[in-house]
Structure formats: C-alpha cells, structure tokens
C-alpha cells in the first residue's frame, strides 16, 4: 500500500518536475558508513526567493520518509537525539527492532523541519536544510545460492510537504501537525528537483548451506558449556557435604 502510493507520488512529482524546470527546491540523499548500521542525509536547498515563503512562524515543513522492511530506524534512539539537535521524527506505528527483515513490514517517518533554524549561507544566500539520523538493517534470510552473499534494500527518495500554503491548486494530505499533537493540518505536496538515484543498502546474508555447520559449534558450544557447569555445581556440592560431615 505505503510503496505503491509513494510510487505513484514520485511518478506525479517526475511529471511535475519536469513541467517546472526552473524549480529552485533542490533535494541530495546520501548513506554514511558501512555493514548494518548507517546514517541516511537529506539535504533541502532552498533558494532565495522560496525561503521566504516557508519562515514565518507558522510554517513548518513534513518530509515523508518511508523505511523497507530490510531497515528500521529506532524510536527511542530518535528521540534521546532530540536534545542535542537531532531531527524531530514521528513514526507512524510501533517498530520492533529485533525482528528480522522477512517478519517486518515498511514504516513511515514523519519528519518535521522549522526553517527558521538553518540560516542562510551568505556566499550563495541559499539554505542548506541537512537532516541526518541513523538507521540500522534487519538480518536477511539466509541465500542458498552459493553466489548471493548480499541482499539489496532500496530506500526510494521522500515526499515533501508544507503547512502554510495558501493556494488550493496543489494536491494535499491530512497529517499531524507536529511530533506530539493529535491535530491534523492540511499539507500541501512541494515538488523538488533530486538528481541522486534511491538510496541501496548492500546487506550481507548468512549461506543456507552453512547452517548445519552453524546448528553443529552452537550446540557442541551449549553441551560443552552446560557439562563444565553439572561438574563445578557437582564439585562444590560434594565440597560442602564433606565439611558437614
Ligand atoms: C549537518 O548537520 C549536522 C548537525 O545536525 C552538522 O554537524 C553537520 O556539519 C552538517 N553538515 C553539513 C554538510 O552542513
Ligand atoms: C555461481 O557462479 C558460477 C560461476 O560464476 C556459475 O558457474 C554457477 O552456475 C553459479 N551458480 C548458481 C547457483 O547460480
Ligand atoms: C504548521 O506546523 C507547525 C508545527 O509543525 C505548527 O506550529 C503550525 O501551527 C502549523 N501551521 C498551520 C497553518 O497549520
């Protein structure tokens, strides 16, 4: 549901995007680090003209950003990021951070951004808004193609709204307002320029065929380890029974 109606806003916004090519919203997305845990950046330019339209108090921008099941990003380590200037992120459910990625199913972040935090840069007079936050991969099934070590999760770009349009030409969506409110406000949809392709993610799986292996060390590991137990339990039994007798 959630993919296909953000495949069709994409395909919208391509179509307006290319109507307005003089558009001057720009977006870059990137992925920093490597192996299960990343940072994913977005990055919102706005140009001199647009910053005004989108300051004053009572506006606020919303960035949808839709997570596969392959990812998950976690609600209490989004939220303790608050107070050192992370994002003010909302998810849509409860995430469970143990599951693996055939258990889980796709979530939305709502991520609300203030532009009158970013200032201007004054070479360009543009404004860089950068949003980071860390999400983490879930663990694969294992391949059983002995040529598939790794497992591809794509994160496609995400949509962009406002809540202070006063036009009722552009489409809209009926979404919070902001982290913590029950209100709902009307956000407009606003079409950006992004010439970075969806975000993938190079996961690596565990081999099918080395599961007998992997079953075999965990249990002669578990019987190892349970018979040193039986035998000091045993020992300092019968070492306490000789000093009662
Ligand atoms: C993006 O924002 C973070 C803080 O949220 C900051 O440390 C970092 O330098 C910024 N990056 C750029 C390229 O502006
Ligand atoms: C794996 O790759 C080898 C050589 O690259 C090929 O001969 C073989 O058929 C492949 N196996 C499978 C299951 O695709
Ligand atoms: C837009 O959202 C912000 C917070 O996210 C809120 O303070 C403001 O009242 C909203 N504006 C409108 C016009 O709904």
């Not at 997305?29 to 140009?47: A, C, E, K, M, P």
């Not at 794509?154 to 979404?175: E, M, Q, R, V, W």
Request: a negative charge; proline letters at 6%.
């Amino acid at each position: 549901m959630y993919f296909l109606r953000h495949l069709l806003v994409s395909l919208q916004l391509s179509i307006v995007q290319t109507l307005l090519p003089g558009s001057n919203l720009h977006m870059d997305r990137s992925l920093i680090g490597q192996g299960f845990h990343r940072d994913l950046n977005t990055y919102i330019v706005l140009d001199k003209d647009l910053r005004g339209l989108y300051t004053s108090p009572e506006c606020s921008l919303l960035l949808i950003e839709t997570l596969p099941a392959g990812v998950y990003a976690d609600p209490f380590q989004l939220s303790s990021m608050v107070p050192f200037g992370g994002p003010k992120i909302r998810l849509d459910g409860a995430v469970n951070i143990e599951a693996a990625e055939f258990m889980s199913k796709s979530h939305e972040l709502y991520i609300f951004v203030n532009v009158n935090l970013y200032a201007v840069d004054t070479m360009t007079e543009q404004t860089v808004i950068n949003i980071s936050f860390p999400i983490h991969a879930r663990y694969h099934k294992p391949s059983s193609d002995p040529n598939v070590s790794h497992s591809t999760v794509t994160i496609f770009h995400p949509s962009l709204y406002s809540n202070c349009s006063k036009s009722d030409a552009g489409s809209f969506l009926s979404a919070p307002c902001d982290v913590s409110s029950n209100l709902l406000c009307r956000w407009e949809q606003l079409s950006y320029i992004c010439s970075a392709a969806p975000l993938e993610l190079m996961i690596p799986v565990g081999m099918a065929r080395d599961k007998p292996i992997v079953i075999l060390v965990t249990l002669l590991v578990t019987a190892t380890i349970c018979s040193l137990l039986i035998k000091f339990i045993w020992e300092s039994d019968s070492q306490t029974c000789k000093k009662h007798s």
